[in-house]
């Protein structure tokens, strides 16, 4: 007996007819996407993502070089001296409070004007160094007010005949001549003689003859004054060939590292320094390095003697004096020397002393809010003591003496990423062999055609070091988005400032008769338009002044089409080491004058 499971079905086998229905209903559906999706217009991304592979693209053409819209730039309106960034048109926008106003302030980007700005009427070549320490042409600064109101002070006289203003070396505290001032100085300081002191700071200027006399001393300063109703201080500086930006104490932080200079100095600068928790103070703190010194002379120094002469009352002026006094040792300065008129103190370098200052009912107490001590573009002032960051050797005392640090790596070089003492040498070694190529295509260089510098993105200082033999002195910027180099070069005796090349200079026009950049476009190009950046030197550049620019070929050609645009006449250079990447770029400014001007 056969099993039941083995048994015929009674009912016929349907899996053929299912698979064949199955095999039709398939290609019907194949045959309908054909008609309605087409294969070519399947997206690769879709491919891929079910595939699980990366998409294969067709090999891009990159071009040699970047390329753009041709540009025309109209002559400004307004303003041959025209500052973007402390514009007096806009100081009524901002508060009066403690002068803020004359801070820096930039126009948004839907006001900032593609122009140049126009030389002033009559406008002559400046006058070379070292005559122009002593003499100017008036027309190239217009402004007569220091002339007019501060007549028996000797900043500046008028010589009509000679169409100039001189510079007696005269001043609020030196009316009889700025030599016998800083003489009375190095007697106070010794280390102003023997190069212990080689970097310091003059907060409010006037006509920076403070700085302009430190030069023949070994001495590079940094003349700081605000543009205010004096007109034109650091203007007159740079016209003399002497180091100066525009800047103010106010609200926020110098832009400069802290620990940056051997010396600060105020002679009757006006800053009120024991008002608002001797916040400015803390600041002048904050940038002198360990064992440095701040020199005050006028109000309330010597008060028992020239108290009549300040319309302050004797009893008003000890007491601004004993306040002073006691803010100062609380900040761990002491009394290091004072005669007559002049009065130093000396910032501790003992670390004990500031063990105090841990103690949060201890004035002023030290920063605790992670701010860090370099920080200084656009950063509020705050009433406390930076701490310091802890290198043995940044102190004035630990600091080799001028010249001998020009060639040294400093402690801070470590803070950079890549940077040690083999780097340093490296760098130094580089820049002497790129400026002896410099020379090559620029002869001028070096002579008395060009002496105000400006680097506007050095790493260590090295251009500057490179040149440190001519007649030349060089700001050296660090921009606030690059690695925080700018205390290396302070360290080796030179001066700088940070800065933002998406914004305006805080500079005069017609100040600087030479710019540097290595590679400024590049690193900067995916945050500030070339365009602005080009005309932002245009501004600052002397008519006839030069531009060095070392770039990527990349952008060499945009570079060329914006300069013919703006009147430059430019030459391409191999680089020293005749890269097929990087070329040179030697520019010249064109002296020309405006339509307006012509009779």
């Known amino acids: 007996m056969k099993s ?31 008609i309605y999706f087409p294969a070519n217009k399947l997206q690769k991304e879709d491919v891929s993502h079910a595939l699980q592979l990366e998409p294969i693209e067709p090999k891009a053409v990159t071009p040699a070089s970047l390329q753009v819209e041709p540009i025309e730039f109209p002559q400004c309106e307004c303003c041959e001296d025209r500052t973007p960034c402390t514009d007096p048109m806009r100081w009524r926008k901002y508060s009066v409070h403690k002068l803020a106003f004359m801070e820096r302030h930039c126009p948004p980007m839907s006001e900032r004007e593609e122009c140049q700005v126009p030389i002033p009427f009559g406008y002559k070549t400046p006058i070379r160094w070292p005559n ?54 190095q007697e106070l300081i010794p280390g102003m003689k023997d190069g212990t002191i080689r970097t310091a700071i ?141 009065a130093v103190w000396q910032k501790s370098s003992d670390e004990s002393c500031y063990v105090q200052h841990d103690n949060p009912d201890v004035y002023p107490p030290k920063c605790d809010d992670g701010t860090e001590p370099d920080a200084a573009w656009y950063i509020p002032l705050r009433p406390c003591l930076v701490p310091s960051q802890g290198f043995e050797k940044i102190g004035l005392e630990a600091t080799p ?42 002869p001028v260089l070096g002579t008395d055609e060009i002496r105000n510098v400006m680097d506007m993105n050095t790493v260590y200082g090295g251009f500057a070091a490179a040149l440190i033999d001519e007649p030349v002195w060089v700001i050296n910027v ?31 026009p017609r100040t600087y008769d030479l710019l540097h950049l290595d590679g400024l476009i590049t690193d900067e190009s995916h945050r500030c338009n070339m365009k602005y950046v080009l005309l932002e030197m245009d501004r600052i550049l002397r008519p006839n002044g030069y531009a060095i620019i070392y770039e990527s070929s990349y952008f060499s050609d945009a570079i060329l089409n914006i300069a013919k645009r703006m009147r430059w006449s430019c030459q391409k250079n191999k680089t020293e080491d005749d890269s097929e990447n990087e070329m040179i770029l030697i520019c010249q400014k064109e002296f020309s004058i405006p339509t307006s001007h012509i009779r």
Request: glycine content about 10%; proline content about 6%.
């Open 478 to 508: 660090v921009s606030t988005y690059s690695a925080n180099s700018l205390g290396v070069v302070f360290d080796r005796g030179l001066i700088g400032t940070y800065h933002d090349w998406c914004e305006a200079f805080s500079t005069y």
């Open 132 to 185: 122009s320490r002593d003499e100017c042409w008036m027309k190239n600064v217009p402004h007569f007010w220091i002339n007019e109101n501060k007549p028996d002070q000797n900043w500046l006289r008028k010589d009509e005949a000679a169409e100039k203003f001189l510079f007696p070396g005269g001043g609020t505290m030196f009316p009889n001549g700025v030599g016998r001032y800083v003489d009375q100085m």
């Open 401 to 442: 003496k001028w010249p001998e640090r020009l060639h040294i790596a400093s402690e801070r070089v470590s803070m950079i990423p890549g940077g040690t003492s083999g780097a340093f040498k490296q760098d130094e070694k580089k820049w002497k062999s790129r400026v002896k190529h410099y020379k090559t295509l620029l």
């Open 4 to 34: 039941k499971d083995l048994r015929p079905s009674p009912y016929p086998d349907r899996r053929v007819p299912m698979t064949i229905m199955l095999l039709v209903f398939c290609g019907f559906s194949f045959y309908l996407g054909g």
């Open 202 to 342: 003059d907060t409010g200027c006037g006509v920076a003859s403070w700085g302009g006399d430190l030069l023949d001393r070994g001495i590079l300063t940094v003349s700081l004054a605000p543009r205010d109703n004096h007109e034109a201080q650091v203007q007159f500086a740079l016209e003399r060939g002497i180091p100066a930006i525009l800047g103010i104490m106010s609200t926020q932080r110098l832009p400069f590292p802290s620990s940056s200079f051997d010396m600060a100095h105020c002679a009757r600068c006006l800053i009120p320094w024991t008002e608002f928790g001797g916040i400015y103070l803390l600041e002048i703190h904050r940038i002198l390095r360990p064992g440095g010194f701040w020199v005050l002379s006028g109000p309330p120094v010597n008060y028992q003697n020239k108290w009549q002469g300040w319309n302050r009352t004797v009893e008003e002026l000890e007491s601004n004096y004993e306040k002073l006094q006691k803010m100062l040792a609380s900040m761990c300065f002491k009394l290091y020397n004072q005669k007559d008129d002049i």
